[in-house]
């Protein structure tokens, strides 16, 4: 028996006016998916507990099957790991986002223009944060390099601020409201002012605004915590699991919990990246020994932080025919029985641009049975019309075993 979750970021979203009052999910030519849900369970779950922060980390350790209540630490430390960045107990790791911000003299006066600093290619942020780093590393920083815009800063013997705001949160919106007034967080205020000194002319971002991209000119810091520990995922679960992504996040909760991490080529974290790439990269886990397979897809939130409708759809459809067909296809071909659970961790909405905590659809299905519950299709109407309202989101790992 072999188990596949299939995780579109950000997936869900609200009634759009401008969507003919419809969400993405309504809109998208998903055949592969509406097939597969009047076979399915279907309803709805809450991933992210009451009083935590709706973001990527909260919800997907929940959809992988962690209590985030019990096993959460911290956004950062999470994608430390999959850097490769050997925590001491006493560290404190930031999320280093390169930004563009707005050409205010006082940084205060800002705005944040994009939390993505234009998309930055890895190739153009390594080089900033090297720059970086010959400048503000210290005693108690260190710089570490991540992929595209998102990075890491490690405070030794750190304590933690708690009043740091999330970039993809503030987009269009002047920052004065949203710095942290923290000692510890005055700190990392000065840290980044000083980074904005040394980004706003640098060659890499010259060579950006001639052509016409945006300048990743400042870092902000979120998402700060401390060293993680999550149970071994076999030893949790009785399977072999395997993490497929494009984001450090999702390959450092893999690492952490002793999956097996896949690295596909191509795969981006956004709506261009190869979703072809991680089907194959799925069915080769589950064929080389892995029994359970967590594919993780970012596209639909980048899109939803962009508040891009027509990519957001575009990506659903995608992963609905180049990644769950293909997976299908390909265990049905290998005369596997295999179960899927097909979800979004939290809704990103394009009206409003960032997450929130409203329960996510989700689809259970299981090949060679009827298991369903009444949906029709799949969407976030249909899943709430079913009835079926799963409290603890950390649960639906435990359901989709033991179908």
């Known amino acids: 028996m072999k188990y596949v979750v299939i995780l579109g970021d ?7 006016p401008s969507l003919n009052d419809k969400t993405p999910l309504m809109l998208a030519n998903k055949p592969c998916m509406d097939s597969l849900a009047p076979k399915s369970i279907v309803g709805l779950a809450k991933t992210v507990p009451c009083g935590m922060k709706p973001g990527s980390d909260v919800a997907n350790l929940s959809v992988l099957g962690y209590d985030p209540e019990i096993g959460y ?5 999470l994608e430390a790991a999959s850097i490769g960045i050997d925590l001491k107990d006493t560290d404190v790791t930031v999320r280093t986002n390169l930004v563009t911000l707005s050409n205010e003299q006082k940084f205060c006066d800002k705005t944040m223009v994009d939390y993505s600093g234009g998309e930055i ?3 153009e942020a390594k080089i900033l944060i090297e720059y970086l780093k010959e400048h503000l590393d210290n005693e108690e920083y260190t710089f570490f390099a991540g992929i595209s815009y998102r990075h890491c800063l490690v405070i030794e013997n750190g304590t933690i601020a708690g009043d740091f705001t999330p970039p993809h949160d503030i987009t269009g919106k002047p920052i004065k409201d949203y710095l942290p007034k923290s000692e510890q967080g005055k700190k990392l205020l000065a840290l980044m002012e000083k980074s904005h000194q040394l980004l706003k002319d640098h060659p890499v971002n010259l060579k950006r605004v001639r052509e016409g991209k945006n300048p990743a000119n400042s870092i902000w810091l ?4 401390t060293k993680p520990s999550l149970e071994d995922f076999k030893v949790k679960y009785g399977v072999k699991g395997a993490m497929i992504s494009a984001v450090d996040l999702l390959k450092g909760m893999g690492k952490i919990a002793n999956m097996q991490v896949v690295e596909v080529e191509g795969a981006t ?7 072809e790439g991680k089907a194959e990269a799925c069915l080769e886990a589950l064929d080389n020994g892995c029994d359970f397979v967590y594919v ?8 939803g932080h962009h508040g891009d409708a027509k990519n957001k759809i575009y990506s659903i459809e995608q992963i609905d025919q180049k990644i769950i067909k293909r997976v299908i296809d390909g265990l049905e071909q290998r005369g596997e029985e295999f179960a899927l659970l097909i979800a979004p961790d939290h ?3 394009i009206s409003t641009m960032t997450h929130c905590s409203d329960p996510i659809p989700f689809m259970l299905y299981r090949s060679g049975k009827d298991i369903g519950n009444g949906a029709k299709s799949y969407d976030e109407d249909q899943a709430k019309s079913t009835g079926l309202y799963i409290e603890k ?4 790992v435990g359901k989709l075993l033991s179908l």
């Open 121 to 123: 290619s890895t190739r």
């Open 347 to 349: 809704p990103t909405p």
């Open 269 to 275: 974290g956004n709506y261009d990246t190869n979703f």
């Open 10 to 16: 950000g997936m869900a979203d609200f009634h759009q």
């Open 222 to 225: 979120w998402g700060e915590g």
């Open 296 to 303: 993780h897809v970012e596209a639909p939130d980048e899109c």
């Open 393 to 396: 989101g950390h649960t639906l």
């Open 73 to 77: 630490t911290g956004r950062s430390p």
